[in-house]
């Protein structure tokens, strides 16, 4: 009843208006980048060790392939700690959410390994623990996630919203 | 001083929906003993008019405010609320 008269009121009169906004500019989140990104970090490895394993290692194609091998695998695991970070500082609340902290300061770690070393061991973290992130991520949206294997290489299990 | 508002946007819900309306007390004694929980509404530079709740309030007097939903724009973003910036605390919630 009073909200209806100061509704017609505000046709009339138009009252101030007191904005509850969200994020600015877009409220969008999503880590898939960084699923994705930490994907690219396992194969740029597989990539690294295959050619390793091959007979020709001094010629300018080596060369010149493991340099590109490496420089996305830096890019990638960058890429991954940016995406993670942006939606750690600006959507999760370390009042609701305090678990993830730890989680996101072990992703950082392990995407600086990926970065320092080769170690396929270290990828195969960052993709769990980029999962795992994603997984606690889609729960605060209420959406429920499955898991399925990546439809290209490497087919790793990867963490879903189930829409 | 008593004042009206409507609310525009997400950030306060489920409790406050877009379209509701807010009387604020703008009087001293409502703004002396602000604490956290309390509903403020105050003025931004970039954002403008916003309404938002109190996380708690600092050493130094300034308020630290959130939404109420995981994505609302809060003192990370806003910074501190500074006393002089609030225009009221809400006293009456019209839904």
């Known amino acids: 009843m009073i909200k209806q008269l100061l509704e017609a009121l505000d046709r009339r009169v138009g009252f101030e208006q007191a904005q509850a906004h969200c994020d600015i500019p877009c409220g969008i989140y999503d880590p898939s980048t960084a699923q994705i990104a930490a994907l690219t970090v396992v194969r740029m490895m597989d990539l690294m060790a295959a050619l390793e394993s091959g007979e020709q290692k001094s010629t300018g194609e080596f060369h010149n392939s493991m340099e590109r091998y490496v420089t996305v695998k830096e890019e990638h695991a960058e890429k991954a700690k940016h995406e993670i970070r942006i939606i750690w500082g600006d959507y999760f609340k370390k009042d609701k959410h305090p678990n993830v902290d730890d989680l996101v300061y072990r992703i950082m770690q392990l995407g600086s390994k990926c970065r320092q070393t080769a170690s396929r061991e270290a990828g195969l973290e960052l993709v769990a623990a980029i999962n795992e992130f994603a997984a606690i991520f889609w729960e605060t949206k209420g959406v429920k996630t499955k898991k399925a294997n990546a439809p290209y290489a490497p087919s790793l299990e990867m963490v879903y919203p189930d829409l | ?95």
Request: proline share 3%; no cysteine; glycine share 10%.
């Open chain 2, 1 to 95: 001083m008593l004042r009206i508002l409507k609310i525009t946007g997400q950030s306060m819900l489920p409790e406050y929906q877009d379209g509701d309306f807010v009387v604020i007390a703008a009087a001293p004694v409502f703004l002396r003993r602000l604490k956290a929980g309390d509903v403020v509404v105050f003025g931004h530079e970039s954002y403008g008019t916003l309404i938002k709740k109190i996380e708690r309030v600092a050493e130094d007097g300034n308020l630290i405010v959130s939404g109420t939903r995981a994505d609302s724009l809060d003192s990370r973003r806003l910074g501190p609320i500074a006393l002089d910036k609030v225009r009221g605390k809400v006293i009456w919630h019209i839904r």
